[in-house]
């Protein structure tokens, strides 16, 4: 993956801007000694690293305003980052970079059960927000699998998902408000604790932005009261064709589960060795979710198992108490970790129309025999958001770029029946050079002009989301 | 003019100066001057995959035609559209690409989001008479910016839309709703108890004397909700089913208990738990309230101009309020004020994506 070379002259005055930011911040907010900033290097997309010029550890939004002020005065890219759990490389830095960290702003500063909304610091922790509700009976509903790392800074950056958004959304559909501090320091409050923001819609188009809009200090999130309980059930077929249709179909029934996850055989037997979860060795497995009382509950699940019913199952499989409804969760849970255990991955992200998964599915497959190397599929099968993982050997030469142009196959795929490259991780340098598999020059250019607004000297998180070649001109303005 | 195609739009856009955009002019508001484009000439369902909740429509396809399509596969748009034109004294055939340009989203709001939570993908022409398109027809994409959510609400500021994709839903089995004939201060304290209870509430509405809390879904699973829920409230509460809890929800989703009423209609977008006090204090103006998604929206009657009063009404406790219909000879802004950092940047979207000032030029500050 290409970035750009390091500003020779930024890297020469490195001196001289970390002063500066050392006269707005303490001394301990100022991260600068290589030794230290190579903490920085990544964010989890681990295969590429590079030390920052320097770490900003801001408290409070008017730091932030400061440190902006300063790297726009000076020319500086600035990499924001939430917690460094980016899959697409989100927070990597470049050599001549300034990394804003906002991990030490994390505090409640208001919630409001009347109103359903809880305001904090962007630099808190997913499960920490509903943490900080969930003893009065409330949750945040996006709950991306690194929630127990990921900050909501990260979650606003990357318009985070989660397992649970087939029924409560994604983090654009919870997100009420935002305090947001430019490239060139102004800061600017955008929507509140109402449903409507007002107004062409800032919110929409900050949320998804990766960083490069602005750096988000303060959050307005929306809170549910939680439901009275969940139990799942698992659903084993002997074709991915026939899986897909019964997922089509309790969809077309009404019934909304709060969960449909899928796995392919690959992925099954991957984790039952890793995990042993007891699940049947067949070629695709339901996990559906449904929440409600009691008998709300056995009322959906007694649809759902009519439903899957007429498809002729392998097995169908409920869970009588909390402990076989862990063990129906266990190896979907497991299931990045066993894979894990066999190889180096890659996980894809790519989400496909419902309807087209056998066919994505069977291609997969073909394509993976093609170039020798092996996958598993796991994925929200309820709206189409695949994560293929690729296993390949990070410590054989040649593996990892295999493997990135088998995944880059797979996304195009993705594009081709009508899908996109990236449901919930976000595009990152990851998926960026294929941008233009699923844009035209005219709708990338219609997003580089919203950048123009919020950042014309295009020095927030500058080499992410867009083809560098695309972004070259604006880039050295 | 009334273009036949995208690349008809394409081309009256390159060659024209001010233009209004218009749908079915049912919902418009705003004071748009120059030339109307209609988009009533790009019609027709592109695409509908009942088992995968999407439909894509071509932005000039009548919301009806849209909703009956659905209808038959028991499915529906989630955002429980409006219909205005009675408020706001207008005939027409309203488009789903209208709906699209002014986030028309109804009571289900509370539940569901609004329009622009349902919309996947947009296809619209620029300022310049491009045709850009953003976003797609599935359910989960963070590729690129969102500018869906951008052209959602914009009021054709931003471009003209030409194409939506939406996520669809299916309809419940049953719904039901519990009445309460209550004070105001006490309904609006049930409504909000209802939202912070575990039990889905799809409505919850206060208007003409009544508190009005709706539940959707499976037949056992609405019954039990009914239940707990009226066992939470406490106190009496009628029940509405099928058709007739139906009926209730159109006229507040409608407005309807204004339409024959003089006066200027406000929209009020506020903390739920402050709606009642900005409404008493605009007491001596005579105003009336409807009170929509638990108090977070508030229709207002106003019999008199007074749009300096409501302003800072809404202004002194936060929120924002538009003017939705004005009274003859009103010369206030239809849309709210917005602080100056939120104004440069929506300037400078309106200057990018329309540098020539020409779409629906005058509307939104």
Known sequence: MEMPLPDAAILSRKAEIVARLLGVLPTDAVIH???????????????????????????????????????????????????????????????????????????????DYDNRFIRVQSGRTNLSVTGAVEADGFFYAPDPSS??????????????????????????????????????????????????????????????????????????????????????????????????????????????????????????????????????????????????????????????????????????????????????????????????????????????????????LRRIGEMGAECGLDVGNVFHAGDGNMHPLILFDANKPGDLERCEAFGADILKLCVEVGGCLTGEHGVGIEKRDLMSVQFAPADLEAQFRVKDVFDPAWLLNPAKVFPLEATASRRAG | ???????????????????????????????????????????????????????????????????????????????????LRPLLGRGGVSTIGGVVAANASGPRRVQVGACRDALLGVRFVDGRGEVIKNGG????????????????????????????????????????????????????????AALRSPFDVSGAAYAEGRAMIRLEGLAGSVGYRRQALAAVLGGDWDVMEGAASADLWRRVRDVAAFADMAGAVWKLSVKPSDAAEIVASLAALEVQAIYDWGGG?????????????????????????????????????????????????????????????????????
């Open chain 2, 137 to 192: 027809r599935v359910m989960k994409n963070v590729t690129g910016y969102d500018l869906v959510k951008l052209l959602a609400g914009s009021h054709g500021a931003l471009g003209v839309i030409t194409e939506v994709s939406f996520k669809v839903q299916a309809m419940p089995e049953v719904e039901t709703t519990l009445v309460g004939d209550l004070e105001e201060m006490a309904g609006l304290v049930a409504l909000r």
């Open chain 1, 33 to 111: 000694d290589p030794a230290e900033t190579r903490a920085y290097e990544c964010d989890a997309l681990t295969a590429y690293r590079c030390a920052p010029l320097a770490a900003v550890l801001p408290r409070s939004t008017d730091e932030v305003a400061a440190v902006l002020r300063i790297c726009h005065e000076m020319r500086v890219p600035v990499v924001p980052r939430g917690s460094g759990t980016s899959l697409a490389g989100g927070a990597l830095p470049t050599a001549d970079c300034v990394i804003l960290g906002v991990a030490r702003m994390n505090a409640v500063l208001e919630t």
């Open chain 2, 1 to 83: 003019m009334r273009p036949a195609s995208e690349a008809e739009v394409c081309d009256m856009v390159q060659a024209a100066g001010p233009l209004v955009i218009r749908g079915g002019g049912t919902r418009g508001i705003g004071r748009a001057v120059g030339q109307v484009l209609e988009t009533s000439g790009l019609a027709g369902i592109s695409l509908y995959e009942p088992g995968a909740l999407t439909l894509v429509a071509q932005a000039g396809t009548p919301l009806a035609e849209t909703e009956a399509i659905l209808a038959g596969e028991r499915q529906r748009l989630a955002f429980e559209v409006p219909d």
């Open chain 1, 147 to 360: 929630q127990l790392a990921c900050a909501i800074a990260g979650n606003i950056a990357m318009n985070s998902g989660g397992a649970h958004c087939l029924k409560y959304g994604v983090t654009t559909n919870n997100l009420l408000g935002v305090t947001l501090v430019q490239m060139d320091g102004t800061i600017v409050t955008v929507g509140g604790p109402w449903l409507d923001a007002g107004g062409i819609d800032l919110l929409g188009v900050i949320c998804g932005s990766e960083g490069q809009l602005g750096v988000v200090t303060e959050a307005t999130l929306r809170i549910l009261p939680k439901p009275e309980g969940a139990r799942p059930v698992l659903v084993g077929f002997n074709s991915n064709e026939v899986a897909g249709t019964c997922v089509s179909d309790i969809i077309k029934a009404g019934i909304l589960p709060v969960a449909i996850e899928f796995m392919d055989r690959p992925c099954i037997r991957a984790t039952e060795a890793f995990a042993h979860a007891g699940y049947p060795d067949c070629e695709a497995l339901l996990i559906i979710e449904v929440e409600g009382s009691p008998a709300e509950i056995d009322e959906q699940l007694a649809r759902i198992k009519a439903i899957a019913l007429t498809h002729d199952p392998v097995e169908f499989r409920e869970a009588a108490d909390e402990d076989q409804a862990r063990r129906i969760w266990l190896g979907r849970k497991s299931a990045f970790g066993a894979m894990g255990q066999i190889n180096d991955y890659m996980c894809l992200d790519g989400t496909i129309p419902v309807s087209s998964l056998p066919y994505v």
């Open chain 2, 297 to 365: 929206l508030v229709w207002l009657l106003v019999p008199q101009d007074d749009a300096g009063a409501v302003r800072v009404a809404v202004a002194a406790k936060g929120g924002h309020a538009t003017l939705v219909r004005g009274l003859a000879g009103m010369t206030a802004a239809v849309f709210p004020p917005e602080p100056a950092g939120v104004a440069a940047l929506t300037a400078g979207l309106r200057a990018q994506f329309d540098p020539r000032g020409i779409l629906n030029a005058g509307i939104m500050g």
